[in-house]
Structures are given as C-alpha cells and as structure tokens.
C-alpha cells in the first residue's frame, strides 16, 4: 500500500484578495495577513478564516459604512 502524502497549506497558493482589505479590514504584509482594527495575524489566508476573525471580533465596526469606514481603513494603513 503506497504512503500517502500529507497535505501541505504552502502547496495550495492561497492568494490575498484586495477586497479582504475593504470588506474585513484585512492586509498582506510580506507573508502575513493582517487585522488593521487589532493587528492579529490569521493562520492561513482564506475568507473563511479571515471572515470569522472578522465577524467575531469586530461586530462594532461592521456598523461602520461609506466614507468613514474607508478614512478608518486609510488611517489604520
């Protein structure tokens, strides 16, 4: 019976999506993404991962809509 191989996360190509940044105040910095309302990292960079952070850690500024979500994004950058 061959051995099988394990699943690598690196293998899968995840990419960041620039929309992350203004839907779940999210960026890329080198390899990492990261919260700019917390500046905590998420583990590997899917939505899933990035929309849960999102949602349960941030329910106040989902409230946050317009211009003054973009300026809140702009200065946290």
């Known amino acids: 019976m061959a051995a099988k191989s394990k699943r ?3 293998n899968e190509n995840r990419q960041f999506n620039d929309d992350w940044t203004v839907h779940y ?4 910095q080198q390899t990492n993404v990261i919260c700019l ?3 905590s990292t998420v ?5 899933s991962n990035i929309k849960s ?3 349960t ?4 500024f989902h409230n946050v809509v317009g211009d003054e979500r973009t300026a809140r994004i702009e200065s946290h950058l």
């Open 43 to 47: 583990a590997v960079a899917k939505v």
């Open 57 to 60: 850690k941030h329910q106040d």
């Open 8 to 10: 690598k996360v690196d």
């Open 53 to 55: 952070h999102y949602e």
């Open 37 to 39: 309302l917390c500046h």
């Open 25 to 28: 105040c999210f960026v890329q």
